[in-house]
């Protein structure tokens, strides 16, 4: 099964190139992960795919458990011009109650369950017959004496009266079922008869059998009584001719658990179909499954609080977590690799276990790590960077021989762009939820080198900020602007507490106020914040 590797919503560089980076030392570890992405590429991480040719990672939605991820196996099926004997015989074989009716290429037609066959038995039609001869020929075992297989379609009779008693009334609509009743037998075949069914394994002259060659009339011999045979010759039905193919409750294989639950419930059906985008079969669910439902396997990086991962995350279940960021309030109900470090970036940690599983790096890998570690210590100036940041760049530019400090610029130009961009834009772009002290709080940070873009929209980004700050309820709302060449940060902002940026980072509480210093949200923003919320 597939794990899924991602980091937070609106993934930032370090985010992206780490779920890259630490998919591909998965699969060479034997593993099967998939790359994936919560939101879209900021166009800093765009510039650095597209510089070392690098395909996105997929785009999801969310982690809730789907249809396909149920424990369903594969079951056996019938197509629609199988016989109702042959279903019948195959569901106790296979002790399945229920059966699905598929074409030549699986697509879903109907469906048939034994309360069907039953009813057929009971309430069916037991005059006329449409289905093959190879049908009647394997639910009889009999065997052809004249003709070939062909579709049999008529109205079943079994020849009990004299010869003189039926004169006039066989036709090539008529099948009938008869024994050594030679003077009946010559007169259906005259008759062009649809088919003869000759009942007791009893021997005919060949002298009717060259007649009915001859008015191209199929006979056939099986060994069971004529009682007997007149029982079972309408289970040679076609099974098209009593399945089901209306008002089928099927499920689409990307529907969500939590929407099929309550039709599973209210409905009392032994099983449900399971189907793709193109109708195709691909097995049967019941309530045992929902009672117990696969989940998807997820492992996370550059993050570990629920409100910056997965839509769907509690019904997951959490393989691994590297990150490098303060423990948040992610629980698991077994132990996992938990991989912390307080490092400037997740792409050292996972640099360090490429090395100690000895697993060699390609230059494009390389490349990702590298911008990984550049793009969240701010090329070194951020005060989260550390010495092992630092080594870890050297040690992977020995692979790539860039000139770091010219390829950190061309990255943080490309990244801090915001021609075209909307305010909402903006604020999302890399925009995370905290809970700090009991408070709920919304940080935006944007990197730029065009600051007076942002400040002189400063009224637009406020009235944006105001609607957020009370539609979330937030104690705190802040957008840090953050000039990397300045190192610092301007500060938009809603609050709760009228002194309460001042108090925090020892400047006037002034809109687009510059704070010094301030780079890291995780190192220097968020414990200032915690702090000053433990003194109110």
């Known amino acids: 099964m597939c794990t899924f590797i991602f980091g937070h ?25 998939i790359p994936c992405i919560l939101g879209n590429l900021n166009k800093e991480s765009e510039y650095i795919l597209n510089y070392f040719n690098i395909p996105q990672p997929t785009l999801i939605k969310n982690v809730k458990t789907q249809v396909k991820d149920l424990n369903y196996g594969t079951v056996e099926s ?34 048939i369950t034994m309360k069907d066959i039953a009813m057929g038995l009971i309430q069916g039609d037991f005059y006329h017959l449409h289905t093959s001869l190879s049908n009647i020929i394997n639910a009889l075992d009999g065997k052809i004496l004249t003709g070939k297989d062909k579709i049999i379609k008529g109205t079943i009779s ?57 008015k191209n009339v199929p006979i056939i011999s099986v060994p069971i009584d004529t009682y007997t045979t007149s029982k079972l010759i309408n289970q040679c039905n076609y099974i098209s001719s009593i399945m089901k193919k209306l008002d089928i409750i099927k499920f689409h294989e990307n529907e969500y658990l939590e929407d099929i639950k309550e039709e599973i419930i209210n409905t009392n059906h032994i099983n449900y179909p399971i189907v793709d985008d193109h109708n195709t079969f691909l097995g049967f669910i019941n309530r045992k499954h929902i009672l117990k439902p696969g989940r998807k396997k997820v492992i996370l990086v550059d993050h570990n609080e629920y409100s ?20 948040g309030d ?21 640099y360090q276990m490429f090395k100690e599983q000895n697993i060699a790096i390609p230059h494009n890998i390389a490349g990702v790590l590298l911008s990984g570690i550049l793009s969240d210590t701010l090329f070194f100036r951020s005060p989260t960077t550390t010495p092992l940041d630092q080594k870890c760049v050297e040690e992977l530019n020995s692979l790539l021989n860039l000139d770091i ?50 400040l002189n929209r400063k009224d637009e980004f406020i009235d944006f900020m105001d609607t957020v700050h009370h539609h979330k309820d937030y104690f705190l709302t ?59």
Do not use: W
Request: glycine residues 6%; proline residues 3%.
């Open 9 to 33: 919503k609106n993934p930032d560089t370090d985010s992206v190139a780490s779920t890259i980076a630490f998919s591909y030392l998965k699969e060479q570890l034997g593993e099967t992960p």
């Open 78 to 111: 019938v197509s629609p011009s199988s016989s109702i004997l042959n279903a019948y015989k195959l569901m106790g074989s296979s002790n399945q109650r229920m059966l699905p009716v598929l074409d030549e290429n699986n697509k879903l037609l109907g469906i």
């Open 158 to 214: 079994v020849i009990a009266f004299y010869y003189d008693s039926i004169k006039g009334n066989l036709n090539e609509n008529k099948i009938i079922i008869v024994g050594d009743r030679y003077d009946i037998i010559e007169h259906a075949i005259h008759s062009k008869v649809n088919l003869i069914i000759i009942t007791g394994d009893k021997d005919i002259p060949n002298s009717y059998l060259d007649l009915a060659d001859e």
């Open 308 to 327: 910056q991962s997965a839509e769907g995350l509690n019904e997951a279940e959490i393989l691994e977590i590297i990150d490098h960021h303060k423990l």
């Open 330 to 350: 992610i629980s698991t109900s077994s132990p996992i690799n938990f991989r912390n470090m307080p490092v400037g970036s997740t792409c050292t940690i996972i």
């Open 405 to 454: 400090e010219e390829f950190a610029m061309k990255m943080f130009k490309a990244g801090t762009s915001l021609e075209g961009q909307s305010i909402e834009e903006i604020f999302y772009k890399d925009f995370k939820e905290f809970v700090l002290e009991n408070q709920s709080t919304g940080i935006g940070q944007v990197f730029t080198l065009d600051i007076e873009d942002v």
């Open 478 to 536: 802040l957008l840090l602007i953050t000039d990397i060449l300045k190192e610092g940060s301007y500060l938009l902002f809603r609050c709760n507490h009228n002194h309460f940026i001042s108090s925090t980072f020892g400047v006037t509480s002034e809109q687009g106020v510059f704070a010094k210093n301030i780079l890291s949200r995780k190192k220097q923003v968020v414990p200032k914040i915690s702090e000053t919320l433990n003194t109110l």
